[in-house]
């Protein structure tokens, strides 16, 4: 078989490192790839956004599976453009992906579905809005509508700072993405992540993970896109498991089939838990990024399997086959993320690294340049590893870590602390 995967972060190098380990895969392209991508598939510069380009280049390598990796291409209907093509896919269509691009669409499905979600109004004026801040009063939270790069949510601790979210969204500041506001009743509790594989119809978990948002350690300082993750988390036992099933996942995917949009791909949800009770924080219509490295690193080659049988409608007769680990990874970004950073300095020690089942790093906002290895994003690399514990996952990651020579990245040191103390 023959495989596309758009995308170019440690979550496609992870995807990549998986779906290289099946047997059935023949031909790996990747577009755009990385540096740690090149070593492990073709990489391949295409406009990922472009549905056009990108069936044009699909038929012209005989592409028999393309996995969408960000949301960009699933939000601009790469995913409809293909599957037009004939091809197959994993990645929701343009419809489903509002889900991911509009906070007010996922409202909507909530209260169509009854799945618990936060108490919310939406507003497309900036006085109405402010209006309401002052009755509901603070902790609020704010959030834009649209796409805005995981940046447009500001949980406002007091009521000033909402005011002020509500003038930097009206005032422009996410573009379009901030013309419409939903503002949130601010929930109490602990966050994890479930991954939920939707092939339309049928549903089936494929893991768990807490991410840590904040760039300092202690969960501390600015929002980012995530400076590490660890799967399972155990704040996401069974039994909330089930409540976040049959409450949440399974009430929206059936509220997206009667509306003539069935959810095809990955479902992930936010939750927000609290005395054993899940509610909806938020969907993203794609793994997270950097939870799918902890995932891929639990499911290894069967993640190809599910994710065909996913595309193709197949999902009531496979099952995950889980051993009992833990995966733990942890990014390292370059000096000055999530604020302005440098870009091109060189990264030593990584040829060295060990490789495994049971330990890789994976490469995120990396490019080759001269022979070197050199930065070229925020967050650049991921060492990720798994154990027979949580402590044996993270020991491993951080030898990762201490060994890769970068003077002008950091990480944080207490990836897993919640789990871990
Ligand atoms: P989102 O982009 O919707 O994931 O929001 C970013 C982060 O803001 C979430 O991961 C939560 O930590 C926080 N957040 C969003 N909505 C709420 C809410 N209603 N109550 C408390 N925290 C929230
Ligand atoms: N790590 C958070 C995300 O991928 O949205």
Redesign the pocket.
């Known amino acids: 078989m023959n495989i596309l995967i758009l995308g170019g972060g440690g979550r496609e190098h992870s995807l990549a490192w998986a779906v290289k380990q099946n047997p059935k895969c023949d031909r790996l392209i990747v577009a755009p790839g990385n540096a740690g991508i090149a070593a492990i598939a073709e990489c391949a510069d295409l406009d990922i956004e472009n549905g056009g380009a990108v069936a044009n280049f699909a038929e012209e390598n005989a592409i028999d599976f393309v996995i969408v990796g960000p949301e960009a291409p699933l939000a601009a209907g790469v995913t409809d453009r293909l599957e037009a093509a004939g091809l197959t896919v994993f990645g929701c269509s343009q419809a489903a992906a509002q889900l991911e691009a509009s906070k007010a669409f996922t409202k909507e499905i909530c209260d169509a579905s009854g799945a618990p979600t936060a108490g919310y109004a939406r507003f497309d004026e900036a006085d109405l809005a402010k209006e309401y801040i002052h009755l509901q009063g603070a902790p609020i939270v704010v959030k834009a509508d649209g796409l805005a790069a ?1 940046k447009g949510v500001v949980v406002a601790m007091d009521e000033a700072t909402a005011l002020a979210a509500i003038d930097d969204m009206f005032g422009g500041a996410f573009g379009a993405a901030g013309a419409e506001v939903v503002i949130e009743e601010f929930m109490e509790g602990e966050e994890a992540s479930l991954f939920v594989l939707c092939d339309g119809q049928d549903v089936l978990p494929i893991g768990t993970a807490q ?1 840590h ?1 904040r760039v300092g350690e202690g969960d501390t300082g600015p929002n980012t ?2 400076m590490g ?1 660890y799967s399972p988390a155990n704040v996401l036992d069974n039994n909330v498991l089930d409540k976040a099933m049959d409450q949440i996942i399974r009430p929206t995917v059936a509220e997206m089939a009667r509306r003539g949009t069935p959810f095809k791909g990955v479902l ?1 949800a936010g939750l927000m838990i609290k005395d054993g009770q899940p509610r909806l924080v938020e969907y ?1 219509v794609r ?5 799918c490295q902890v995932l891929m690193m639990r499911l290894g080659a069967q993640a190809l399997d599910l994710m065909q049988a996913c595309a193709e409608g197949r999902l009531a007769e496979m099952r995950v086959n889980w051993a009992d680990d833990h995966a733990m990874t942890v990014v390292m970004a370059a000096d000055g993320y999530p604020g302005s950073y440098e870009k091109g300095s060189v990264i030593k020690g990584l040829d060295d690294l060990p490789e495994s089942s049971f330990e890789i790093c994976f490469h995120a906002g990396t490019s080759q340049k001269d022979g070197q290895v050199i930065a070229t994003g925020g967050r650049v690399l991921n060492a990720t590893a798994r154990g027979a514990t949580l402590q044996e996952a993270r020991d491993r990651a951080y030898a990762l870590v201490d060994q890769i020579d970068w003077p002008q990245g950091f990480c944080r040191r207490d990836i897993g602390w919640r789990a871990l103390e």
């Open positions: 995981g991410d948002k896109g995530g993750a992930y993203n793994f997270g990024d950097p939870e």
